[in-house]
């Protein structure tokens, strides 16, 4: 079946450092990639996609490209802030009409100032 | 507009005692899916509807899990006789037909 497997956690960077997140994935198809993120006693909100290869999605200064070559959705940032402190998950959806997406384990960022 | 709600957002309950958890989806929204925030398991899809209909309930973890949704909107996840096991967050999501799909804030259950 489809899973995502993705970079352990914790990950602890200073201000201003370059943020990278791997993600693999094994699916069947031509699912689409997706990069959710939860902030503290937040919900699950969308932080950017991609539903074909070689796409790039972006998002408040995060970008991942869809690469189906390596079965990678990496997460990068240039320079992450304090506020960017939060668990980060990829996900796929097979798409196949049933979008029922399949998560990675979550790997929890801290940032320090 | 308004997002996807979910209540209660806490439940606290008894070993065996039944519980009854319900999301309200973005208006407009065909398709819902239910899944489950575990520390042991991580987020588990569980079930998935398309209008009224379930084509996939596979996610279920066993036969004391149901849920319906009516009118195309309103749905209820039920567990019967919990156990200490189901303790998780339950969220629900909701998407229109592109497959992006946003989440309520979840309903925290804890099984005694």
């Known amino acids: 079946g489809d899973s995502v497997t993705q970079m352990e956690g914790p990950v602890t960077l200073s201000e201003e450092a370059f943020l990278t997140i791997n993600c693999t994935y094994t699916a069947t198809g031509y699912p689409s990639l997706f990069w959710y993120v939860q902030y503290p006693g937040e919900g699950l909100q969308l932080l950017l996609k991609a539903t074909k290869a070689d796409d790039k999605g972006s998002n408040k200064g995060f970008e991942a490209t869809y690469r189906k070559e390596t079965t990678s959705f990496h997460l990068e940032k240039g320079s992450v802030q304090v506020s960017d402190s939060a668990v980060y998950f990829c996900?796929?959806?097979?798409?196949?009409?049933?979008?029922?997406?399949?998560f990675g384990t979550g790997t929890r960022l801290t940032i320090i100032p | 507009g308004a997002g996807v709600s979910q209540s209660p957002s806490n439940k606290v309950t008894e070993k065996g005692k039944d519980v009854e958890l319900r999301c309200d989806p973005i208006s407009g929204h065909t398709a819902l899916y239910w899944y489950r925030q575990s520390l042991g398991q991580g987020l588990e899809f569980l079930i998935y509807f398309q209008g009224n209909s379930a084509p996939d309930k596979s996610g279920l973890p066993s036969d004391r899990f149901s849920a319906e949704r009516t009118g195309g909107s309103v749905s209820t996840l039920t567990i019967q006789r919990t156990q200490q096991e189901d303790s998780a967050v339950y969220l629900c999501a909701s998407s229109p037909t592109t497959p992006t799909q946003y989440f309520g804030p979840g309903t925290r259950l804890t099984v005694l």
């Open positions: 996900a796929l959806s097979p798409g196949l009409g049933n979008e029922k997406l399949t």
